[in-house]
């Protein structure tokens, strides 16, 4: 059951994602049905002034003594730092040792794994962070591509938006689906949302560490529809099929095609942005041929379909 959530705020907190569970969990909605959640804000001392990372401060009513007795204890994005106060991330394993949920926000992820309560668990972070957060704590299991992910007493979310998707998450899974329902409409979001956040990374053209395949890469580029293969591309790069196959996976971590096809997905998501083509017409525009073989490629790179990505990105 969710009755009682403590927020626990540290130099660095970001107001937003505070928000974001303050929202959740921290408004009064019995008028409207949701059973009623006592909701705590918790520093190290109760009535000390905590800084933002925004240039403002903030003063918690609670001590670290407002984490005990609750089921759930919501930690926001920090800082990213090398240390974190050692009483809170103290407070945090005992209230996970009486048995208390813990949720992270974003860069929140990173006091958890400090705690080493997400030693051997899943777990995930903001997509820009998830490489220093792999090299710095090698025991979790680590999905960058998922808006969430609910490992039990242990929930991780992304970045900012998706801590409303895990937050609702957890709602639906302890009060149920019209619990989490009434909060969303009053939060005018949807309750539940598809797709990772692989549908929100930048551009992902993979890094080369050297430079003798980059004008054949840069050619690709300028001719994705049409077609090629291993052998043509050989050729144009005047090496043996093995000798190519090989370099070029050792400069773009993965093989001809999959990179042709990942490049050819993310022309597609432009034009599904920018232009009011079809998914056909843009099946051809970017080499595919035809709409199943996009959406295909589109879902395994992206995470969504063509549709729905063009409902969320589209302008208008």
Same mark, same amino acid.
């Given at each position: 059951?969710?009755?009682?959530?403590?927020?626990?705020?540290?130099?660095?907190?970001?107001?937003?994602?505070?928000?974001?569970?303050?929202?959740?969990?921290?408004?009064?909605?019995?008028?409207?049905?949701?059973?009623?959640?006592?909701?705590?804000?918790c520093?190290?001392?109760?009535?000390?002034?905590?800084?933002?990372s925004?240039?403002?401060?903030?003063?918690?009513?609670?001590?670290?003594?407002?984490?005990?007795?609750?089921?759930?204890?919501?930690l926001?994005?920090?800082?990213i730092?090398?240390a974190?106060?050692?009483?809170?991330l103290?407070?945090?394993?005992?209230?996970?040792?009486?048995?208390?949920?813990?949720?992270?926000?974003c860069?929140?992820?990173f006091?958890?794994?400090?705690?080493?309560?997400?030693?051997?668990?899943?777990c995930?972070?903001?997509?820009?962070?998830?490489?220093a957060?792999?090299?710095?704590?090698p025991?979790?299991? $680590?999905?960058p591509?998922? /808006?969430? @992910? #609910?490992?039990?007493?242990?929930? !991780?979310?992304? =970045? +900012? *938006?998706?801590?409303?998707d895990a937050?609702?998450h957890?709602?639906?899974?302890?009060?149920?689906s019209?619990v989490?329902?009434?909060?969303?409409?009053?939060?005018?979001?949807?309750?539940q949302r598809?797709?990772?956040?692989?549908?929100?990374?930048?551009?992902?053209?993979?890094?080369?560490t050297?430079?003798?395949?980059?004008p054949?890469?840069?050619?690709?580029?300028?001719?994705?529809?049409?077609?090629?293969?291993?052998?043509?591309l050989a050729?144009?790069?005047?090496?043996?099929?093995?000798?190519?196959?090989?370099?070029?996976?050792?400069?773009?971590?993965?093989?001809?095609?999959?990179w042709?096809?990942?490049?050819?997905?993310?022309?597609?998501?432009?034009? $599904?942005?920018?232009?009011? /083509?079809? @998914? #056909?017409?843009?099946?051809?525009? !970017?080499?595919? =041929? +035809? *709409?199943?073989?996009?959406r295909?490629?589109?879902?395994?790179?992206?995470?969504?379909?063509p549709k729905?990505?063009?409902?969320?990105?589209?302008?208008?």
């Amino acid at each position: 059951m969710l009755k009682t959530v403590a927020a626990l705020v540290i130099d660095g907190v970001a107001p937003f994602e505070l928000g974001v569970l303050c929202e959740v969990f921290g408004v009064d909605r019995t008028d409207g049905g949701v059973p009623p959640i006592e909701f705590r804000v918790c520093g190290e001392r109760a009535g000390q002034p905590v800084r933002t990372s925004m240039g403002m401060s903030l003063t918690p009513d609670h001590g670290l003594g407002g984490l005990e007795g609750a089921d759930l204890v919501a930690l926001p994005a920090y800082d990213i730092r090398d240390a974190y106060p050692e009483a809170p991330l103290q407070a945090v394993c005992a209230a996970s040792a009486r048995g208390a949920t813990v949720l992270t926000v974003c860069s929140g992820a990173f006091f958890l794994g400090a705690t080493g309560l997400l030693d051997g668990r899943r777990c995930t972070t903001h997509w820009r962070h998830a490489k220093a957060f792999a090299e710095r704590f090698p025991k979790t299991s $680590l999905d960058p591509d998922v /808006l969430f @992910v #609910d490992d039990g007493d242990l929930i !991780t979310s992304a =970045g +900012t *938006a998706s801590g409303i998707d895990a937050c609702l998450h957890l709602v639906r899974r302890e009060l149920g689906s019209e619990v989490a329902t009434l909060i969303a409409r009053r939060m005018v979001v949807a309750p539940q949302r598809e797709g990772g956040q692989r549908q929100f990374v930048e551009t992902p053209i993979p890094e080369c560490t050297g430079d003798s395949l980059q004008p054949l890469l840069a050619w690709l580029l300028e001719n994705l529809t049409v077609e090629h293969t291993v052998a043509s591309l050989a050729r144009r790069a005047k090496m043996s099929e093995r000798t190519f196959a090989r370099r070029f996976a050792a400069e773009t971590g993965t093989t001809p095609n999959r990179w042709l096809s990942t490049q050819r997905v993310l022309h597609a998501r432009r034009l $599904l942005e920018e232009t009011t /083509l079809n @998914v #056909d017409e843009i099946a051809a525009e !970017t080499g595919f =041929g +035809t *709409a199943a073989l996009l959406r295909h490629h589109f879902h395994r790179v992206v995470g969504v379909s063509p549709k729905d990505y063009r409902r969320s990105f589209a302008p208008g």
